[in-house]
Nanobody
């Protein structure tokens, strides 16, 4: 079993910054791709950013230049540094991890519980 624990959400004014963290723990061989997704009220969940174990990154066009994803492989932790936040960034942010099982046979996707980010004056 794998657990993803997120932290760092909250209320911030437009133009402000927040840093999200997500740590993976449990029994597994390796954590491959990690990423962040978000879901605003009445909208579908969408990709924000992903990062591979080799630190290759991918960003949604809406956050390029404002958000930075990074990871600490030794801690199985992914971070999302969010800057120049806008009201339209308001959403529940979910961590995702693609995990290889202990026996190396299987690949599973796991999700965090979500953390609320609200950008408002």
């Amino acid at each position: 079993q794998v657990q993803l624990v997120e932290s760092g959400g909250g209320l911030v004014q437009p133009g402000g910054s927040l840093r999200l963290s997500c740590a993976a723990s449990g029994s597994f061989f390796s954590v491959n791709r990690m990423g962040w997704y978000r879901q605003a009220p009445g909208k579908q969940r969408e990709l924000v950013a992903t990062i591979t174990s080799g630190t290759g990154t991918n960003y949604a066009d809406s956050v390029k230049g404002r958000f930075t994803i990074s990871r600490d492989n030794a801690k199985n932790t992914v971070y999302l540094q969010m800057s120049s936040l806008k009201p339209e960034d308001t959403a529940v942010y979910y961590c995702n991890a693609r995990v290889q099982s202990s026996d190396r046979w299987y690949i599973y996707d796991y999700w965090g519980q979500g953390t609320q980010v609200t950008v408002s004056s």
